[in-house]
């Protein structure tokens, strides 16, 4: 496996700045009817030397990921992380509120409760984004690219002139043979989240019409988040409409005003940006609205193919820390300690390109194969693909002709083959 080095603190600022400046762009994403915020990299902090996290044996085959035909081979496991005391990343025991176990694959999973795999990962992606390529078009043409099918479609709305899921969703979804897990993103327009929060008319009219929409046209259950990566929007100072606090008030209002009015196949994901500088805030704990309207806990996060910021492997993704904070476990490690029972998603992934370095992208995606049974709270993966975002960052899986083989490889990992059942059977 290759070693990473440590990113200069120099990086960190550079990011944050470029992190300010994505959230005032939204972008195309699944066509023109589709306005959607997906920042274009993850703004977290600098990596350090990662860990690997060894997770009890699940009974997960070996993710060599070898060609078709070509058996696998049991898990020998990888080392411990060099500390007395590794961090909790071990599934929850069982009981009341713990997660179903990864079980040994072959084994049929589906989707359960909440849309919870009884076993293995779901795997999706948003695609064409930053493109006004129509939704259903972009999902065909990964698909075709990635020779799989997606569990999960990821979109995006904002304000309140387009009622969701469209016709277009509706269609993708309920494809004959090709059922899909709708994950719907919207964020608010024309009022603050304390205005929303304390029941803003126009808003609160457009949950009502919105209700009734998906009353009649669309009884599966779909994840929905609500302003997605909000930290970048946080201004805590009293009056300002969007503290911590209001924003998980309104979350709340909006989940429990669709609910109220008979919504309720909402499968609720809270989606963090995973930036150190963000989540290490002494309000960042502030922003979640309750048990009761987050069933999943959903989290954004990219690797950069140059030495550096963002460097890694899939252990500095799901669990990028700062020197300068040393306090802070990781995203993975914070969220399986503080939401024990909640499943977690990555709601955008990615690998961003680079001419210097076009091989990180094929070494990421090996390497993941071997690394993600260690994650074993990860329920939902979730990629981002975009020829280019407001940087001119490409996280298209087929870069190179190596990239593309290594992501259908990870793709036929058994762990990724969940039954998707749209919550009706």
């Not at 008319?201 to 457009?206: E, G, L, M």
């Not at 409409?241 to 109220?260: F, I, P, Q």
Request: hydrophobic content about 35%.
């Amino acid at each position: 496996m290759r070693r990473l080095r440590l990113v200069h603190l120099a990086a960190v600022t550079t990011a944050f700045t470029l992190s300010v400046v994505a959230t005032l762009s939204w972008a195309w994403t699944g066509g023109v009817d589709q306005l959607g915020l997906p920042f274009p990299a993850d703004n977290s902090s600098q990596a350090g030397n990662p860990t690997v996290h060894v997770a009890p044996s699940n009974g997960w085959v070996d993710p060599a990921v070898p060609e078709p035909g070509v058996p696998v081979v049991p898990d020998q496991g990888l080392p411990g992380p060099p500390t007395a005391s590794p961090p909790v990343t071990a599934a929850p025991p069982a009981g009341p509120g713990s997660l179903p176990k990864h079980r040994p694959q072959p084994a049929r999973c589906r989707t359960g409760e909440k849309l919870v795999p009884t076993c293995g990962i779901l795997w999706g992606v948003a695609p064409g984004a930053f493109t006004d390529q129509p939704g259903a078009v972009a999902l065909a043409a990964f698909e075709r690219k990635t020779e799989r099918h997606q569990d999960i479609y990821h979109a995006y709305h904002r304000g309140e002139r387009q009622l969701f899921p469209t016709k277009e969703e509706i269609g993708i979804a309920r494809e004959r043979g090709r059922q899909r897990l709708l994950f719907l993103n919207w964020k608010p327009a024309g009022a603050s989240w304390a205005e929303i929060a304390e029941g803003d008319k126009a808003t609160d009219a457009f949950l009502d019409r919105l209700a009734v929409h998906i009353r009649k046209n669309f009884p599966e259950q779909f994840f929905f988040t609500v302003h997605h990566e909000a930290e970048d929007n946080v201004r805590e100072k009293a009056g300002s409409g969007y503290t911590a606090e209001d924003y998980s008030k309104m979350y709340r209002h909006v989940v429990k005003r669709l609910r109220a009015h008979g919504v309720d196949n909402l499968v609720t994901v809270l989606v963090h940006m995973a930036y150190v500088p963000h989540t290490t805030q002494s309000w960042f704990e502030r922003m979640y609205p309750g048990d009761d309207v987050v069933d999943w806990i959903g989290f954004d996060t990219y690797a950069y193919s140059d030495p550096g910021y963002g460097h890694g492997d899939l252990t500095e993704l799901l669990n990028r820390k700062m020197t300068s904070k040393p306090s802070w476990p990781g995203f993975y490690d914070w969220a399986v300690t503080r939401h024990r029972s909640k499943p977690l998603m990555v709601a955008e992934w990615g690998v961003w390109s680079s001419t210097k370095n076009p091989g990180h992208k094929a070494d990421f995606y090996r390497e993941m194969a071997r690394q993600i049974p260690h994650f074993t709270n990860i329920r939902a993966m979730v990629h981002f693909d975009t020829p280019h975002n407001q940087k001119g960052q490409d996280s298209r899986v087929d870069a190179t002709r190596e990239s593309l083989a290594a992501y259908r490889r990870l793709g036929r990992l058994p762990v990724f083959q969940v039954e998707v059942t749209n919550g009706l059977s």
